[in-house]
């Protein structure tokens, strides 16, 4: 069982900046690939961002390309969400999850996710 906790969410205004961590405090995550999903009021849960095991491989959700990066630091046993220039429409639960395969865009490969961050963005 891996334990995942987010943190970094937060009420922040349009054009404005957010970094999301997700830290597993029990057990290493440098086995596994690292996604970043969200879920807004309403709405199905969809993939933001995932990371392979060791960082070379990066995919993003056409909605947020170009403004979100995805990261991770083995050593601190931490992946990251930076999300610059967010708009209202970001504005989600954002959820961390683990996979023991290849990094995916698919929630369903995912076997542990942590209780979530809420984001939300207005003026």
């Known amino acids: 069982q891996v334990q995942l906790v987010e943190s970094g969410g937060g009420l922040v205004q349009p054009g404005d900046s957010l970094r999301l961590s997700c830290t597993a405090p029990?057990?290493?995550?440098?086995?596994?690939?690292m996604g970043w999903f969200r879920q807004a009021p309403g709405k199905d849960r969809e993939f933001v961002s995932a990371?392979?095991?060791?960082?070379?491989?990066?995919s993003y959700a056409d909605s947020v390309k170009g403004r979100f990066t995805i990261s991770r630091d083995n050593a601190k046993n931490t992946a990251y969400l930076q999300m610059n220039s967010l708009k209202p429409e970001d504005a989600a639960v954002y959820y961390c999850?683990?996979?023991?395969?290849?990094?995916?865009?698919?929630?369903?490969?995912?076997?542990?996710w942590g209780q979530g961050t809420q984001v939300t963005v207005s003026s």
């Open positions: 029990r057990r290493t995550i440098h086995n596994y690939a």
């Open positions: 990371i392979s095991w060791s960082g070379s491989s990066t």
């Open positions: 999850a683990a996979s023991t395969g290849r990094q995916s865009t698919l929630s369903y490969d995912y076997t542990f």
